[in-house]
């Protein structure tokens, strides 16, 4: 019986990548976007959904509910991107970041949850980033949301593990998306005494993603999770390097890695 998937997030990027990897692979996939009149030539089912609007969760899951009398799999993937100083950065900036990529995630798992509970089986995907492993310089928001998501999903999954639902991580690096496009960017102000550094990190982040894997990669490991009886819990998807950085965090002292990660940045 093909799964019936839901994923947020899917009208671009690695989201649609993932959508599109899953459709071909048989599943009933459910993409989601927040204006997806707008957009055309999908070759899975893409409905309305904002997670900054509960209204619209709860009516896109129970739409799908309704169409196909159950829900497998829900890939929480939309988010956003967010750079800047923290002194530089609006407050209001970084709480629609914690609302997109945070609580927006929960809130897509509370509508999801009672219904995988009734069918005692299912899978929730977050996807998180291995920039939530460490704190980056003027990313330190991002890190701070991925990292948060990361955390809350270690608790969930063992609160849910005996109604037969697995919570998993999957934290990618980098890949070549149009990522950037979507982020908020702090200004680099004129008179900023972060301008050198802040401009040379932008310019390295936009390179790296430019460099970075085809995001089909993405897809097959997600593919893979959803067939696995009994997933891990974090699964960590990038370059040697990247997830080289997540073990060096584990064994080196704090300051070495600190001046590791600086002199990465150039700072």
């Known amino acids: 019986m093909p799964k019936v998937v839901l994923i947020t997030g899917a009208s671009s990027g690695i989201g ?17 976007s927040r204006n997806p009149k707008h957009i055309s030539d999908f070759p899975f089912q893409l409905i309305a959904l904002d997670v900054l609007d509960v209204a619209t969760i709860q009516r896109a899951v129970a739409q799908i509910v309704e169409k196909e009398g159950r ?7 939309a988010g956003m991107g967010i750079t800047g100083a923290i002194e530089e950065t609006p407050t209001q900036e ?16 509370k509508a999801v949850l009672p219904q995988m509970r009734q069918q005692k089986s299912g899978t929730i995907i977050n996807v998180t980033s291995i920039a939530g492993y460490m704190g980056l310089p003027f990313r330190g928001l991002y890190s ?10 270690e ?20 890949f070549a998306t149009n990522i950037a496009a979507g982020r908020y960017h702090t200004p680099v102000f004129e008179t900023s005494p972060y301008k050198k550094a802040y ?10 993603v430019d460099s970075g894997k ?41 300051k070495l890695y600190e001046k590791l990660l600086m002199n990465h940045y150039k700072l």
């Open 155 to 174: 608790a969930i999954r063992m609160e849910v593990k005996n109604f037969g639902i697995d919570v998993v991580n999957v934290a990618p690096g980098d």
């Open 16 to 32: 649609k990548s993932i959508a599109t990897y899953l459709h071909q692979k048989g599943c009933i996939v459910y993409g989601t």
């Open 199 to 208: 401009a040379a990190t932008l310019a390295l982040m936009d390179a790296h």
């Open 71 to 77: 829900l497998d799999v829900l890939i929480n993937n």
């Open 144 to 153: 701070a949301t991925k990292g948060a998501l990361e955390i809350l999903t």
């Open 94 to 109: 970084m709480q629609h970041a914690f609302n997109t990529n945070f609580f927006g995630a929960i809130d897509v798992m």
């Open 214 to 254: 085809d995001p089909i990669v993405m897809a097959r490991i997600l593919h893979k999770i959803i067939e696995t009886k009994h997933p891990k819990v974090h699964y960590r998807v990038g370059g040697f390097m990247e997830k080289f950085s997540i073990v060096l965090k584990r064994i080196l002292p704090d």
